[in-house]
C-alpha cells in the first residue's frame, strides 16, 4: 500500500469518526493526526529545512516562476506538508508558497506522486534528500 493510501485511509477513518461521534453525542469535533509528533515543530521551519538541503533559496517557495529546480522544490514541500502535517489545508499549503490555490497545491502534489512512481531520477534524488533531512529533523528533541 502506498503512503498516499496509507494517508488516505487515515484521513477517512478520522472523518467517520468524527462523523459517529456528532450523530451520537450532538457534538462537532475535530481529530487531528500528528505523526512524529509534529506539533511542536513548525511547517516554516520544515520548508526552511528543505530548501536548504536542496542548495536553494528559502525566498523560491514564492516566486513566480516556472522554472524546474523551483516548482520541485514546491512540489517536495507540499508532499511533505501533507505527509507530516496532515491538519495544515491545501490552502494552507497555497499561503506558503505565494497564495496559490489550493487546485494548484492539489495539481502539484498529484504531479510529484507521478514523478516519485515513475522513479524520476533528479525527482526521486531531491525528493529522498529533503525526505532524510526533514526525517533528522523530526527526531531531534
Keep these: 500500500m502506498s503512503l498516499a493510501t496509507q494517508i488516505s485511509t487515515a484521513r477517512h477513518i478520522a472523518r467517520v469518526a468524527e462523523q459517529k461521534i456528532r450523530a451520537n453525542t450532538g457534538l462537532r469535533i475535530s481529530l487531528l493526526l500528528f505523526p512524529n509528533d509534529t506539533a511542536r515543530k513548525k511547517p516554516e521551519h520544515m520548508l526552511r529545512l528543505v530548501a536548504n538541503a536542496l542548495n536553494i533559496g528559502y525566498e523560491q517557495f514564492t516566486a513566480r516562476t516556472r522554472k524546474r529546480e523551483t516548482v520541485e522544490l514546491r512540489f517536495i514541500g507540499a508532499l511533505l506538508l501533507r505527509r507530516f502535517y496532515p491538519d495544515v489545508t491545501l490552502k494552507q499549503i497555497g499561503s506558503f508558497f505565494g497564495g496559490q490555490d489550493h487546485t494548484s497545491v492539489i495539481n502539484g502534489i498529484s504531479r510529484a506522486y507521478n514523478l516519485l512512481e515513475t522513479n524520476d531520477i533528479i ?19
Aim: aromatic share 16%; net charge positive; proline share 0%.
Design 123 to 141: 525527482f526521486c534524488t531531491k525528493y529522498n534528500k529533503a525526505l532524510n533531512t526533514v526525517n533528522l529533523w523530526l527526531k531531534e528533541q
